[in-house]
């Protein structure tokens, strides 16, 4: 069956640098779009990245550009995002989630969720 | 950017009851929608996507409706394991979503 485990959460300090992980398995990962999506405490959910199937097509919410890095390594059916220069209000439940497409395609299955907090 | 709206933020029902939840875009997103189910301290569940086509094993008493900038979702016969927060998400042009409805039990 699909299951995507994240990996990688934590408490950090501002502008400091943490690397989260989603590791999938039961389907043909290179043929999926992966993308970031965050959930602040007591929020909503905010989409945060995305990287296309071949890892030629990267896109970031405004607020992190520049600072985070997506990237994926199709031969460990991993991808990454790379944060760097945290603040405070990057604290936040990040998923991983997959869609076929990058385009007009849909979330359909999602990681655990993993925490990280920044604080001081 | 595409906002997306929804009503209402709470909603109290009982067991048995039909509850309608709408969602609407700032711009026409023509029918890629999806709703989600989110239980607390877990991830998302997609129920929904392109307005109205039902997930796999998702049950038939969830349904869409709705293209351009409303949409509704629509539960019949509310069971307990549907009491939850519920977000809409716009695919058209980036993502997008609202900023979710909780049913709570009345």
């Known amino acids: 069956q699909v299951q995507m485990v994240q990996s990688g959460g934590g408490v950090v300090q501002p502008g400091r640098s943490l690397r989260l992980s989603c590791a999938a398995s039961?389907?043909?990962?290179?043929?999926?779009?992966i993308h970031w999506v965050r959930q602040a405490p007591g929020k909503g959910l905010e989409w945060v990245a995305v990287i296309s199937s071949d890892g030629t097509n990267r896109y970031y919410t405004d607020s992190v550009k520049g600072r985070f890095t997506i990237s994926r390594d199709n031969s460990k059916n991993t991808v990454y995002l790379h944060m760097n220069s945290l603040r405070l209000e990057d604290t936040a439940v990040y998923y991983c989630?997959?869609?076929?497409?990058?385009?007009?395609?849909?979330?359909?299955?999602w990681g655990q969720g993993t925490l990280v907090t920044v604080s001081s | 950017d595409i906002q997306m709206t929804q009503s209402p933020s709470t909603l109290s029902a009982s067991v048995g009851d039909r509850v309608t939840i709408t969602c609407r875009a700032s711009?026409?997103?023509?029918?890629?929608l999806a709703w989600f189910q989110q239980k607390a301290g877990k991830a998302p569940k997609l129920l929904i996507y392109q307005a109205s086509t039902l997930e796999s094993g998702v049950p038939s008493r969830f349904s869409g409706s709705g293209a351009g900038t409303e949409f509704t979702l629509t539960i019949t016969n509310l069971q307990p394991d549907d009491f939850a927060t519920y977000y809409c998400?716009?695919?058209?042009?980036?993502?997008?979503f609202g900023q979710g409805t909780k049913v709570e039990i009345k």
């Open positions: 989630a997959r869609s076929e497409w990058i385009y007009s395609s849909q979330f359909d299955h």
């Open positions: 039961g389907f043909r990962f290179h043929n999926y779009a």
């Open positions: 998400q716009q695919y058209e042009s980036s993502w997008t």
């Open positions: 711009q026409n997103i023509i029918n890629w």
